[in-house]
């Protein structure tokens, strides 16, 4: 979690654990709560959740048709 926190990528810590598959390395990292936030802020999303999508007739019919 310190090499994760410390912003290491996952495919170099499972070098360094000498892993498999990157899978067994991910069951061990769980991320907390201030990794999330700091993940959000980088990407750009902010808690406005702004206008929620309204689909028009034609894809209503689209999907109704599936």
């Known amino acids: 979690m310190k090499l ?3 912003g290491v990528d996952l495919l170099t810590i499972q070098a360094w654990l000498g892993h498999a598959r ?3 390395t991910h069951r ?3 991320a907390d709560v201030e ?3 700091n993940g959000l802020e980088k990407a750009g999303v902010t808690g406005d959740h702004g206008v929620r999508f309204q689909p028009n007739d034609s894809v209503l019919q689209l999907l109704n048709s599936i």
């Open 4 to 6: 994760l926190q410390s």
């Open 22 to 24: 990157v899978a067994t």
């Open 28 to 30: 061990y990292a769980t």
């Open 35 to 37: 990794m999330m936030r």
